[in-house]
């Protein structure tokens, strides 16, 4: 079941080591919530938790890629693993945005209005938000470190990044 599980994981999110992580997530969530089900249930509530570990691999991979899409025009081309956009774009000048002082005015814009509407996020979404996209946690991690389900976290984190695009948005920053 377990081969089965990875090549039809590997095949939906099209990448080995998710596809691993996926299956584990689901072989773990199946033995936690599940183990006092009869053996008979096993295939079914396998296939069912796999398939919703795929869909949220999925909108988790959609959410970054908005985010990092608009990040990443802001950020410069030969950045590091350690570099932070907020702490650089206040000191540095290395964006080809940046090349002109109009440019230059108009990144600092842009990084203070996302400061700015990241701060008036609910302190939950907030604290979600800046856990799963600046710190790169993942949904687990992130609810325990909130002290909350995992279904929260997802919650907090769809409702943060959809009130930053329509912020943003109506400022006229399109991602």
């Not at 700015?116 to 600046?134: D, K, N, S």
Request: with cysteine.
């Amino acid at each position: 079941m377990e081969r089965r599980a990875f090549r039809q994981a590997a095949y939906a999110v099209r990448d080995d080591e998710s596809a691993l992580d996926i299956v584990q997530e689901t072989m773990m969530k199946l033995s936690e919530k599940y183990g006092d089900r009869p053996a008979a249930e096993f295939p079914m509530l396998f296939q069912r938790i796999l398939q919703n570990g795929i869909r949220d691999h999925h909108r988790r991979q959609r959410v970054r890629t908005t985010w990092t899409t608009l990040f990443s025009m802001l950020a410069p081309k030969d950045h590091d693993d350690d570099f932070d956009l907020l702490e650089s774009m206040a000191t540095e000048n290395t964006s080809k945005l940046a090349d002109t002082p109009d440019g230059r005015l108009q990144q600092t814009q842009v990084m203070a209005l996302i400061e700015h509407e990241i701060g008036r996020l609910p302190p939950r979404q907030r604290e979600a938000f800046l856990m799963r996209y600046w710190e790169d946690m993942d949904v687990a991690e992130t609810a325990r470190a909130m002290g909350c389900s995992e279904g929260s976290v997802k919650t907090h984190c769809s409702r943060a990044t959809h009130a930053l695009a329509a912020a943003l948005k109506a400022k006229g920053v399109s991602l």
